[in-house]
Nanobody, 123 residues
Framework: VQLQASGGGLVQAGGSLRLSCAASGLTFSSYVMGWFRQAPGKEREFVAA????????YYADSVKGRFTISRDNAKNTVYLQMDSLKPEDTAVYSCATSGLVHPSPLLHRYDYWGQGTLVTVSS
């Protein structure tokens, strides 16, 4: 299983970025997908997750209303649209897969992890 995140970069506070995570080596449409982030000196934390169909989503309180997770099963890709970015959103963002039925914020329920992409939000 390979997961490759992309789309990170430097953006000013209030700006937007769209992250993508391309998956291979698995039946993508059968898996819950999640986005996580790790800021310098901090633990990895949950950001958002989406069910295999895209019909159910789950967000961390810190990003609710600003970030939107979506997926395109035909392209084996999950997205994270990030709007109204804040300096505290600065982190390495990575995606992961889970065999659960429903989206979960629990890191240990995710099996495969990809390399991250760095998002830096300047004030």
């Amino acid at each position: 299983v390979q997961l490759q995140a992309s789309g990170g970069g430097l953006v000013q506070a209030g700006g937007s970025l769209r992250l993508s995570c391309a998956a291979s080596g698995l039946t993508f449409s059968s898996y819950v997908m999640g986005w996580f982030r790790q800021a310098p000196g901090k633990e990895r934390e949950f950001v958002a997750a989406i069910s295999w169909s895209g019909g159910s989503t789950y967000y961390a309180d810190s990003v609710k209303g600003r970030f939107t997770i979506s997926r395109d099963n035909a392209k084996n890709t999950v997205y994270l649209q990030m709007d109204s970015l804040k300096p505290e959103d600065t982190a390495v963002y990575s995606c992961a897969t889970s065999g659960l039925v429903h989206p979960s914020p629990l890191l240990h329920r995710y099996d495969y992890w990809g390399q991250g992409t760095l998002v830096t939000v300047s004030s």
